[in-house]
């Protein structure tokens, strides 16, 4: 993983697919007890040190990550994330559908989604029925090749595999993404979606904030992403 920002209050750091950033019962090592760790030898501090978790990725998914260093900046961030102040921008890959999708086009996705904990994972609805959590993104396709499309997406809700689902409910699984219908895994175990930008204003210094990620280096995401604007 790779710091891309951090002062006295925030870090940011882009996850690689297969990392994990709290724990869970694989017992792997999170990212946040890598970055305690981290913090802990480069300040040489005594004692425990305080990294509270602002938001997560999934395990398959890489990109952006944002981690509190002190009580009040994560009380600040979750307030941000809470009243929507926070602009997450997503990168995937998806099959080239030329009947669903059209260069430029902004289109919305508005479902209700219900989780199955037991299977983790995520069911789609076009109304709402019981337990279900409202969910609705943007998307545009960014550019394509003759199989596959760069899409991106842009979050109004947060919910439970949200992208990974609803793009698959209109036909577009995520490269990779077996479990949502894609016919096949990637060599890396991982998915082609990527938080790819973040922006927002510092909860305490008031400073724009504007991050964006690195792409995979791998012959499909450069075919894909070249001549293609961060915005």
Known sequence: MDILYEDNHLLIVHKLCGEIVQGDKTGDEPMVEVL??????KFSKPGNVFLGVVHRLDRPVSGLVVFARTSKALTRMNELFRKGEVQKTYWAIVPYRQHILTDGTMVSLHHWLTRNEQKNISRAYEHEVPNSKEARLDYQMLN???????????????????IRCQLAKVGLPIKGDLKYGAPRSNPDGGIALIARRICFVHPVSKQPIDIVARTPHDSLWEALTNHTSTS
């Open 36 to 41: 305690k760790r981290y913090l802990k030898e």
């Open 144 to 162: 394509h090749t003759d199989r596959y499309a760069l899409l991106q997406v842009t979050l109004h809700t947060g919910r439970h595999h949200q």
